[in-house]
């Protein structure tokens, strides 16, 4: 069985309720009904020994009165009845006084004051006269006793038991009815007597122990159902919700197994279940079983005693119960979800009052569950994107931050697709905007049907969906766009009059493409990119782009001048190929430039710009060709990246950051000999990056985080800016950050 919680989980407010009465304890431990049986019966028991005790206290009253003053003994006689009074009172007292101490009577008790009725009884009519005694009511004592603490059986055994009793202290013999045939009826109508007082107090005991046992489990059964409302009053939780109403259902009604199915938009859906059943109910539900859709539809319960002589559609699903109920869950008047519960092998298996009660069930959870879908709604509102129902950009941000942070966790691979409704403007402008949205319904239905149910599908720009693809390589997203795209074609789906509805995917993956989520956002927007550029209506891998550029220089460098911003990190990337190791130089250059300037307050166009410069810092490789050992790298490497940026359209900003990275501070650097805050904010935070990459990457002697931040602030205040070194080392504090860039955990980074 089968979530939002506001403070503590439903769970926790169960075990954290009130006080849980004892007869509600018992349930939780026992079975419901031999655990009521056992409370009943012993508060049965207390109850009874009280009313006998009552019932003593008057006949030994009333025998008394006759004794000593009705007349109807000798004075030796009525001594001796006197003493056999003033112990039954005695024993009486001592009775009371237990009681009154909350003594707990048990069966065995109940047998000793029966015992000592019935001898107190056979004594007085033993010591009177005889047959003919008045005493005899005290006989009558134990027989209604024994009804009030037995039931009936036990009565009338007690009534053969003290009829034979009564004969033996009478003193008479078989024939002496034969002589005196009116003695012989006037003894068998008091032993009829007997009888007769056993049966009827017998019965009447039953009864009455029917309605308190009724009035008990009904008290217990309200109480645990008050308990429930409290509980799930403070759960938001739709799946614990869920649970816990079933939990109770079939609690309440002693079913084999329940079911707890969802109403939404006219659709059922098997939301949670207990017991027997699950798969195979879930996909009764969803062919449509008539019993369900007719509870959903009029808003009736329904309680079917036995299935095989219900007049009615059959239930359907793999085991046909005998019996079942159904009983929905109004809010405001509408059916939002139906309780189910079944018994497999049991015909007539639940009763009227079950029935009632899993209806005051229903009536309980209304409230709480309308508060859950509510909530439930808001919430998915918050995430979803209100045209197509994907996922919205800012959960999409936000589930891609959680999958690459499980992605370095765990070392799996991590998948990213990038999908674009081609010419989407020309679908608006000539089909109209109401035609536009229902194209882009249609696409990301069928993206969503493509991928797997946890494959995370989202809404990314106006024509743009991604999609999150953990425990997958760059390589098997590939063959999902692919797919996908011949999905898409086959469905043949009209996107204007002229041209059906197709898509471009570009695709990135860790850990090949990327070394941060950002970059691995910006691998797979140039991979959708260029393939948009290369004709539409096809998937790109950004590892086939990179691949082009670097075998191809005419297309790096049109690339270069066409298209340059939309392409830096394929562009950084292929570049860095011609260096081993280079791939993940400026890629690391990049996140470290990025975080630091984060860390100093800069805006968001300043940290993109920024990271732009990183990734692109070394492409005055292309100007000086594979052989840089002719060239003063250091010192001309930022001049010569100047003259290729130059060819593109790239911000004027962009190009000062990348040729003064390498000024000092002192002002004793290259190219311009610009010092201090001459050079340019973010060339200086691009020089620390630079700067701490390669002492932490060095081939043959790489320093700590902590070794390389000492290193440069040595040279702060000289070769660079102190304030930017500042910000670096408040990110070697914290750790998390740079230990992602280093694939090294934050400890190490705060410790070495």
């Known amino acids: 069985m089968g979530g939002y919680e506001p403070g503590a989980t439903c769970h926790q407010n169960l075990h ?23 409370y009943i019966d012993a508060d049965r028991r207390l109850v009874a020994e009280r009313v006998a005790e009552i019932f003593r206290w008057l006949f030994v009253l009333i025998l008394f009165i006759l004794n000593n003053f009705g007349g109807l003994q000798l ?54 006269s005889g047959l003919t005694s008045p005493y005899i009511l005290a006989l009558f004592l134990a027989i209604i006793a024994s009804a009030i603490r037995f039931g009936t059986a036990y009565s009338l055994l007690c009534a053969a038991v003290i009829g034979f009793v009564y004969l033996f202290v009478g003193g008479t013999v078989p024939a002496d009815y034969a002589r005196d045939p009116q003695l012989g009826l006037t003894t068998a109508g008091r032993i009829f007597l007997f009888f007769v007082v056993a049966l009827v107090t017998g019965l009447m005991g039953d009864e009455l122990r029917r309605e308190r046992r009724l009035a008990v489990s009904r008290a217990a059964q309200a109480e645990s159902l008050q308990q429930m409302s409290g509980a799930l009053a403070y759960s938001l939780d739709v799946s614990d919700l869920f649970e816990v109403i079933l939990q109770q259902a079939v609690k309440v009604s002693n079913a084999d197994s329940g079911q707890l199915i969802l109403h939404t938009g006219g659709r059922l859906q098997l939301a949670a279940f ?63 979800a ?19 009660m899993l209806g005051a069930l229903a009536a309980s959870a209304a409230g709480p569950l309308s508060n ?99 425990d997958t390589s760059a390589a098997e997203a590939a063959t999902t766009a692919a797919r996908l795209t011949k999905i898409v074609r086959d469905a043949a789906i009209h996107a204007t009059s002229t041209r059906d509805l197709t898509l471009s995917i570009g695709i990135a993956g860790c850990p090949q493409d990327a070394i941060t989520s950002d970059e691995l956002l910006m691998a797979a927007d140039e991979a959708l990119y260029y393939a948009k550029r290369l004709g539409r209506d096809r998937c790109l891998s950004f590892a086939d782009v990179v ?160 070794d390389a931040l000492d290193r440069l602030a040595d040279d702060g205040g000289k070769a660079y800016d102190q304030h930017v070194v500042d910000g670096l080392a408040s990110l070697v504090g914290e750790g998390e950050r740079l230990g992602s860039i280093l694939r090294m955990p934050p400890r190490v980074i705060q410790t070495a």
């Not at 349930?27 to 031999?34: I, L, V």
């Not at 790298?633 to 930022?638: P, V």
């Open 75 to 128: 004075a030796g006689a009525r001594l001796f009845s006197n003493g056999v009074l003033v112990a039954w009172a005695l024993f009486n007292l001592g009775v009371t006084v237990l009681l009154v101490r909350g003594f707990k009577p048990g069966r065995q008790f109940g047998l000793l004051t029966t015992a000592v009725d019935l001898a107190a009884g056979a004594l007085l009519v033993y010591t009177s």
């Open 547 to 706: 691949s082009e550029f670097a075998r191809d220089r005419q297309a790096l460098s049109r690339a270069i001048v066409e298209s340059g911003p939309q392409l830096v990190a394929a562009i950084s990337r292929a570049v860095a190929l011609s260096d081993p190791g280079g791939t993940q130089h400026t890629s690391r250059i990049a996140a470290f430039a990025h975080a630091i300037a984060r860390k100093l307050g800069r805006h968001d166009q300043e940290l993109e710009l920024v990271r732009t410069a990183a990734l692109l810092h070394e492409i005055g490789r292309l100007e000086a060709g594979t052989d840089v050992r002719h060239h003063d790298w250091m010192s001309e490497h930022g001049v010569l990246a100047e003259r290729v940026i130059q060819r593109g359209n790239f911000l004027p900003e962009l190009v000062e950051i990348i040729r003064h990275h390498h000024e000092r501070w002192d002002g004793k650097g290259k190219p311009d000999g610009l010092a201090g805050e001459q050079i340019p904010l973010l060339a200086r935070v691009l020089a620390v990056a630079d700067a701490f990459d390669q002492l932490t990457s060095d081939d043959e002697h790489p320093l700590s985080p902590v």
């Open 274 to 336: 207990h017991g027997q059943g699950g798969k195979s109910d879930r996909v009764a539900i969803e062919k449509g079983d008539p019993l369900t859709q007719r509870v959903a539809a009029t808003g009736d319960a329904l309680h079917i005693k036995d299935t095989r002589s219900y007049g009615g559609p059959e239930p359907i699903g793999a085991s046909p119960p005998l019996s079942l109920m159904l009983v929905p869950i109004l809010v405001q008047d509408r059916v939002a």
């Open 372 to 470: 859950s879908l509510r909530y439930e709604r808001k919430t998915r509102e918050a995430i979803t994107d209100g045209l197509t129902g994907l996922l919205n950009h800012r959960e999409f941000r936000r589930r891609l931050e959680i999958e690459f942070s499980r992605y370095r966790r765990k070392g799996t691979p991590l998948g990213l697709m990038i999908i674009d409704v081609d010419l989407f403007k020309t679908v608006n402008d000539s089909m109209g905007h109401q035609h536009g949205d229902e194209v882009l319904r249609a696409a990301a239905d069928l993206v969503a049907r493509a991928v797997r149910e946890h494959d995370l599908v989202s809404r990314y720009g106006g024509d743009e969906m991604a999609v999150i693809l953990p």
């Open 338 to 356: 139906i309780m189910k519960v079944v018994a497999f092998t049991r015909a007539n298996a639940f009763t009227d009052q079950q029935f009632f």
């Open 16 to 38: 954290s309720a009130a006080k849980v009465p004892p007869l509600v304890r018992i349930w939780g431990r026992q079975g419901r009904a031999s655990a009521a049986d056992d």
